[in-house]
């Protein structure tokens, strides 16, 4: 095989808990400080220490990072699975194994490169403590390839002190654990029939690797989040924990004084109940959670919906149905988001796609939920939340906060009244005051009832259709205010319509049915309800597939309720194992589905 230079995958498999996934960071920052597109995808158990876990790391110059079904390089330190894992390695391939495993030798197939490596005696050389020997296992692994791959010493030890900033002794061992690594290689793998290489590049500059989560968080400071409550639930619990975190360093004055809160609470239920107080007291209030507690959540949701009161709902999605998979990624909330709650109960969402936007669409979530006066949701989902993404820089929120149609004691003063619910303007959204508001005028009854103009109780039903029909006049404004697509255009009548974190496998989808001779317009969705380009998009396309993670095909279904006309035009292919999306997996299953003609 001839030499391959930054267009390759590596794979690891341990157990969770075993601290491999400091290692395999490091090693894939590694790489992005050469310069080279890299991401990488952590599958790991939902349930205790011990159980398998494979982390998985794309190169790729031309930027490509969606999930490849079998690795070029495979590193095997499990023994519950080192042989089912030679399955996962395509020919050709390298298959480091740890000696540990006492893999069966006659099962090793003739089209790998299978390697045996001692990791445990060569982390012998750095200690004899066998907990860290189990940690540091890991490192010598990192050192190897680095060797192997000539990723230079420099750039590895330069991520290592990253990696472990403020603890000088852990640098220094870790350091030396990567050390014996490379030595082993130099001294022992030089014969190998070695072809894949790292070579700087400058593709990364002005690039950032971040998590999903993180870039929500920090874009949830910024947005002027005031408030957060929350129940622990997987994935979104590092997010509440990154919010925290990132207050208490920039929402603390000099005195000590704590300029937000948060509250750990009993339950979802109570987190956004909390949230709908802090909401109708004035701040800017959010929950992160997932599938389950959304479900939870309903009611209270029902409520800030038919009171009209702000809040964002922050949605890291997860398998379902119930408990699902909690640690596997899906697109499956989206009908659960978009109507959650009895009766006639319709919500915003805006859909992520990348680190980047999680910290734009904050901003965005905040203002259209004071704007329209609603409960807003943002659906990212585990693979986003939770794994390290190649983003560009954020960028600081140019504009101010919109509070919306607020009424200040000057603004009573001067118009004499104050109506809560009535439709001044003629756009569905009322103007509503804020507790504390120093005029007579101000007070109102928040109500979940039935509820004529002026707040107050009423079973009239002419009052009640009335109502229903001021929210329906607020919707269709809603969809004004929400950003429009991307799209990207091409003659052939077909087309793709996705969303969310699919956005990543676009490009290498699109080139790869490319070369088959099949090409077509795509476009992402970054919000509901629709922007009216997608309606223009639909209406001048013949077929339309909407690629989605989920079984049963979500987002087709509430296209098709929006633009029934069209519903014809709507061919999924909505995909749901838990597994981040594959173009080697989907590009065939279009194909020989014929579904772009």
Known sequence: M??????????????????????????????????VPVEGKNIFPSNIAGLPTWFSIRVSDKGYTSRKSKADIFIAMNKATCEKDLSKVRSGGLYFYSTAVKLDESLLPDDLICVPVDFNQ??????????LKKLLVNMVYVGLLAE?????????????????????SVFKVNQDAVSVGRRYAQEHLQKLDWPFHVEKRELTKDKILIDGNTASALGLVYAGCSFASWYPITPSSSLAESFESFCEQLRVNKDGEHRYAMVQAEDELA???????????????MTATSGPGISLMAEAIGLMYFAEIPGVIWDVQRMGPSTGLPTRTSQGDVLAAARLSHGDTRHPIFFPSDPAECFEFANLAFDLSERAQTPVFVLTDLDLGMNFWMSEPFQYPKNP?????????????RLGEFARYKDVDGDGIPYRTLPGTPHDLAAYFTRGTGHDPKAEYSEDNVNYQALLNRLDRKWQSIQALVPPPDIKMSDSGFAVIYFGSTDRIMEEFAATMGESG??????????????KDVTDFIRDHKKIFVLEQNQSGQMRELLSHAYPQWAD????LPLSDGMPLSVEELAPKVL???LLG
Request: glycine share 12%.
């Open 2 to 35: 001839g030499s391959v230079i930054n267009d390759f995958t590596i794979s690891v498999a341990t157990v969770n808990g075993s601290g491999s996934q400091s290692a395999n960071n490091i090693l894939m920052r590694s790489i992005f400080r050469m310069g």
């Open 122 to 131: 060569l982390a012998g050389e750095v200690t004899q403590s066998i907990q």
């Open 148 to 168: 192997l791959l000539k990723i230079p010493e420099d750039v590895v030890n330069e991520t290592v002190k990253f990696q472990f900033k403020g603890k000088e």
């Open 271 to 285: 987190a956004i109940s909390m949230v709908a107080g802090a909401g109708w007291a004035g701040g800017r209030a």
């Open 401 to 413: 906060m919109d509070r919306g149609k607020v009424l200040n004691a000057e603004d009573l003063k």
């Open 518 to 531: 099949k090409s077509f317009s795509r476009l992402r969705l970054k919000a509901y309800p629709f922007h």
């Open 569 to 572: 035009k709507f061919c999924g």
């Open 592 to 594: 020989q589905g014929g």
